[in-house]
């Protein structure tokens, strides 16, 4: 009888359900009805920690930033923008931004952030909403995007949504259309060492210099690191005191490539054999990754 009970029990026990994981990265995955219910959702799996990332997060809803005719802005994957460009997962963005809220300055006012790949403008929304946290602008973002429909649609999303972040409104973030490896890797003494935190948000084939050159003594980049069309790894890349690196392989991603305006143009015509591309490597790469048993 006993035996017979205890069987009934286990029975009417409720079963645990497996959590949808990315296949990158292994995070559990977010999705949601809602903005609310998925900054509910990041916060619970604990992708967003920090205060800062949490409050900046909650205060930006991905729905302005991703057309509906596009996809579900709430869906926690990637989301194709056209132009061979697309807006990563939330999973992704919530880990960039939490990343970089670790190394926020506590100054002030003179913080100054950098975002390379602006795209649809989330995530420059995001770094200045929390550069205002507390009631003023502590600083500047400067958004970097080198296709001029993207950066139109970029900046007409943050007025859209959040027009008191643009400088136009007195707010920190400028958003402008040009090639951030020119821009960046020339001899501009108001670019060199002078940035507390950069996002890059298209992925490098190394950890390059002109990336480097940017960042303040203390300073932290947050960027996919890999071969293209390959699973890169999302970095953090520590510049010490001393200039010496610490980079610190987080998650593992899949972004575009930083690239010329011409060349991503063209994988945006070849769209459907980059996604053939990206799937046979993807299989390649985790599948190595995969502990053995």
Known sequence: AAAAAAAAAAAAAPTSVAV??????????STAD????????????RILRTPAAKAAYRAV?????????????????????????????????????????????SAKSGIRILDVGAGSGCMACLL??????????????????????????GESNIQRSNSDLMTAHGGPISL??????????????SLLNSFDLVHCGAALADVEEWLVALLKPGGRAVAPVGLTDTPQW???????????LDIARIIRVLYVPVTS???????????????????????????????TM
């Open 176 to 189: 402008s259309c040009a090639d951030a490896r020119q821009v960046c890797s020339g001899d501009d003494p």
């Open 234 to 244: 999302l970095c953090s890349i520590d510049k010490l005191a001393d200039g010496k």
């Open 20 to 29: 949808p994981r990315c296949r990158f990265c292994n995070l559990a995955l």
């Open 128 to 153: 200045g909403t929390m550069l205002c946290l507390e009631g003023q602008a502590r600083g500047e973002v400067l958004a970097i995007e080198h296709i001029p429909e993207l950066a139109a649609a």
């Open 34 to 45: 809602s903005h609310e219910e998925l900054c509910d959702n990041l916060e619970a799996n």
């Open 61 to 105: 809803d991905r729905s302005h930033f991703v057309p509906t005719e596009f996809g579900d802005p709430y869906l926690d994957a990637a989301v194709v923008l056209g132009a061979g460009a697309q807006i990563s997962a939330p999973h992704v963005h919530a880990s960039s931004l939490e990343l970089l809220a670790q190394k926020l300055p």
């Open 261 to 291: 305006e011409q060349e991503q143009r063209k994988r945006e015509e070849e769209w459907d054999e980059v996604v053939r591309r990206c799937r046979e490597n993807s299989d390649r790469v985790l599948q190595a990754d995969a502990p």
